[in-house]
């Protein structure tokens, strides 16, 4: 069994789908691991630390790619990388499918078996393998460390001779794994931090992290979740109540971080441009939305932007790729705990079992098709 693992064709991804710890694990069920040269440079890995694991080097994609029956990324193969692979390749990877038939049916095109890492279900047996949870933490830490250097003063209060200052006031938008990870973070940090969500069941989490719950909690509110622990979009009445009580509350924080997502939808809009204009000068935003559409108004994927009152807007894109290293290992384990599943112990080959729920909830192209049902009507 022939595993390649290819160096990231985004020149801004700068994670890896391999560390030399994954590489040992597969080596140890019988694999033989092909490296691209320099695919784990962003991510503090060089190739001498691969070799040492037991990989082998290759020195273009092409060459890593020859007759892989597994092929490990971070990201999607383009169609230039789809071009190296053979037919019937395996690809795990983070693939986007929402929104990307285009892609999809290429990947079925090209004739391999393309597992998306994202619709990993959120079971017991799969926590190992959460790629959006191990990368929304990361996320939701750093989120907080580019609002505090954005941010022009100090996060903790200060009692000094030359007088106190202040705590920063820190609300969070969306209390999901990211930003569970925030309020923690900021407080730890020393700020003073509230947060909201829709889901009922989070107003104790955030409680238990010392920050305040802010909701309109009627029955709506009560019944606001799907039985896979996703947020349910609200009506429009209770968006509205929602917004009066947060409109309030923003314009008195020094640095909001937003994190709401729905999968497979545009970010909800939760920051309108009045309540951005009701903030004080000085202060941050942080969409970590702002790659599915920005939770923010005025936020711009890539960019700080500075509005004319002096908010600051942060759309940083691939958040928990600024912290590479730590990206990678995390989502190399996640990765490796799912090839696991794929593999024959005693003849140390792929035997993908076609009926696993993991497998099933994953797989999104085989044999030519597209055949995860959220995706269907891709195959036409």
Sequence with gaps: M??????????????????????????????????????????????????????????????????????????????DELKLLKTGATVVAIMDPYGNETALKAMADA????????????????????????????????????AAAEYGRAMPMMMTAAGTVPAARVFVMGVGVAGLQAIATARRMGAVVTATDVRPATKEQVESLGAKFVAVEDDEFKQAETSGGYAKEMSAEYQKKQADLVATHIAKQDIVITTALIPGRPAPKLVSETMVASMKPGSVLIDLAVERGGNVAGAKAGEIVTTENGVKIVGHVNVAGRLAATASSLYARNLFAFVETLIDKESKALAVKWDDELVKATNLTRDGQVVHPSFQSTAA
């Design 2 to 79: 022939r595993i390649a693992v290819l160096t990231e064709s985004d020149p801004a991804e700068p994670r890896v789908a391999a560390v030399p710890e994954t590489i040992k694990k597969f080596k140890g069920l019988g694999a033989d691991v092909t490296i691209q040269s320099g695919a784990g440079l962003k991510a503090g890995v060089p190739d001498a630390d691969y070799e040492a694991a037991g990989a082998t080097i290759a020195a273009t994609a092409a060459e890593a790619a020859t007759d892989a029956d597994l092929v490990l990324k971070v990201r999607r193969p383009n169609e």
């Design 111 to 146: 004739g391999i078996s393309a597992f998306s890492m994202e619709l990993m279900p959120r079971i017991t047996r799969a926590q190992v393998m959460d790629v959006l949870s191990s990368q929304a933490n990361l996320a939701g830490y750093r989120a907080v460390i580019d």
